[in-house]
């Protein structure tokens, strides 16, 4: 497949046309020009295969951060029938409700700047980070379980947050139906120490300052103002999210065989969605998204003690809204003009619910869900909102980040001899990592340009701009 193939719906949404096995067309939401980067790797072709999958509604979507992943393209979005489709851990992905949450303060660009160095020097020593790392908290197997089933909530009931911090989170912070009984032992022992700490690759938490401001009445209402100070938090479910992955990955090779399903690669083993491996499955991941949305909770904890630390009592942190990546969700959307329940894969893609969707917090309502794109440590991240096409189109989906175009190993051998520390302090950027490595795999080129990615799903209609921001100050796991 070449971008020659493609057919030009509009300047941002291309078509591959049904062919071969495909159930359904795939279409790649993106600039022209950002066209030869994509087809770089074999992420359409991967949208392609997903396009195969029985039950499979309307399209195999492809954001404009798509590249290469484990089945599904990262960048990838599918629903499927609830009555006549399949659920993929790869469509979901291996770090299950990675996600993306946003915090405003009450302080200015200006209170802050001669504070920066003890700021994220205090951040990085609260906040456990990196592969293998572990929390101060020592949960016992019964307060895991609790975690699992509660998410978020398990957290504010402990103390470590408000419970108003709930209502700005994607399901409450709460995923329903999540049963410990269906997660293994080595599972349940790889999360017990990590609840509380920032991952290793492309997680951080990044302390960030709004430099732009697009659509001044969202903004208001979000409560972002120019020369504010932010913080975004950026991690997932961690060992344990990984493997339950693992877990039903093998589950759902045995499955595709059992249930006779044709697979046009073996990464995107599934189950039919009723089946009882397709609903152990969802029963499982919404455990790893529960542990997700307390892992963000613990860190949002540690933070706000760093901040007070440092700032002093009267810096306060109050959460903008948290949303979530890998996941796939039973949701209610209009096909053909009726309503039906579709299991909706986002994998490396967020939600983005336009205005007055029951599923909004009431105070955002009017503006629509807030979308949280963060790009890369040396550059900006952006927030928009979700629109009522994204709802007609694409299931309520958009992108959720830049999106890689470099190899962790290509992006070493670019940062080879380079000092990244500095070249972000250059910019004003002050940064803290566990090791060299991360650093150097981390580099801004390593990622596509988030404003190009950004400028294409608002130019498509599936989200608007709202502000960007820039960072000030960053520690990578």
Excluded at 253 to 276: E, F, H, M, T, V
Excluded at 415 to 444: C, D, F, Q, W
Aim: proline share 4%; with cysteine.
């Amino acid at each position: 497949m070449t971008k020659q193939n493609l057919t030009k719906i509009n300047d941002f949404i291309w078509e591959i046309p049904k062919q071969g096995k495909m159930n359904v067309p795939a279409r790649i939401y993106a600039s022209e020009r950002m066209l030869d980067s994509i087809f770089q790797d074999q992420a359409p072709q991967q949208a392609m295969n997903v396009a195969c999958l029985p039950g499979i509604v309307n399209f195999s979507f492809a954001m404009p951060d798509i590249h290469w992943g484990y089945g599904f393209p990262i960048g990838g979005v599918a629903g499927f029938d609830i009555d006549d489709g399949v659920v993929s851990p790869g469509g979901v992905g291996y770090d299950i409700n990675c996600g993306v949450r946003l915090l405003k303060t009450t302080a200015k660009m200006n209170d802050i700047k001669k504070h920066l160095n003890p700021l994220v020097k205090e951040l990085y020593q609260t906040i456990p980070s990196g592969v293998g790392s572990k929390g101060p908290l020592k949960l016992s197997a019964q307060e895991e379980k609790n975690v699992l089933t509660m998410g978020a909530a398990w957290a504010i009931k402990n103390g470590y947050g408000f419970e108003k911090d709930l209502d700005k989170i994607e399901e409450n912070g709460t995923a329903a139906k999540a049963d410990p009984d269906l997660i293994s032992d080595h599972a349940l022992q790889r999360g017990r120490a990590q609840l509380g700490t920032l991952g290793s690759g492309n997680h951080f938490v990044e302390i960030g300052a709004v430099r732009e401001i697009f659509d001044e009445k969202a903004a208001q209402v979000l409560g972002l103002e120019k020369d504010q100070v932010t913080l975004i938090i950026h991690t997932g479910s961690r060992g344990f999210g990984h493997q339950v992955c693992e877990d039903y990955i093998k589950i759902m090779q045995r499955a595709s065989s059992k249930y006779g399903i044709d697979l046009p690669d073996r990464q995107l083993c599934c189950a039919p969605i009723q089946s009882k491996e397709g609903q152990d499955y969802l029963a499982a991941m919404n455990c790893a998204i529960n542990f997700s949305f307390g892992n963000r909770q613990m860190i949002t904890h540690w933070a706000r003690q760093a901040f007070q630390k440092v700032l002093g009592s009267s810096v306060h942190l109050d959460v903008v809204y948290e949303v979530a990546h890998n996941i796939a969700k039973i949701e209610e959307h209009h096909v053909n003009g009726e309503k039906r329940q579709i299991c909706v894969h986002r994998k490396g893609a967020t939600r983005a619910f336009g205005p007055n969707h029951s599923q909004i917090p009431e105070d955002y309502k009017s503006i629509g869900q807030p979308v949280l794109i963060p790009g890369d440590m040396g550059r900006y991240s952006y927030v928009l909102v979700g629109t009522q096409e994204a709802m007609n189109e694409t299931f309520g989906s958009t992108c959720h980040g830049a999106g890689r175009k470099m190899s962790r190993k290509q992006a070493k051998k670019t940062a080879h001899g380079r000092s990244i520390e500095k070249e972000l302090l250059a910019k004003g950027i002050v940064s803290m990592a566990s090791s060299r490595a991360t650093m150097n795999e981390e580099i801004p080129e390593a990622y596509k340009d988030v404003s190009e990615v950004v400028d294409s799903v608002h130019s498509a209609g599936i989200s608007k701009k709202v502000a960007k921001l820039v960072p000030l100050g960053v520690i990578k796991g």
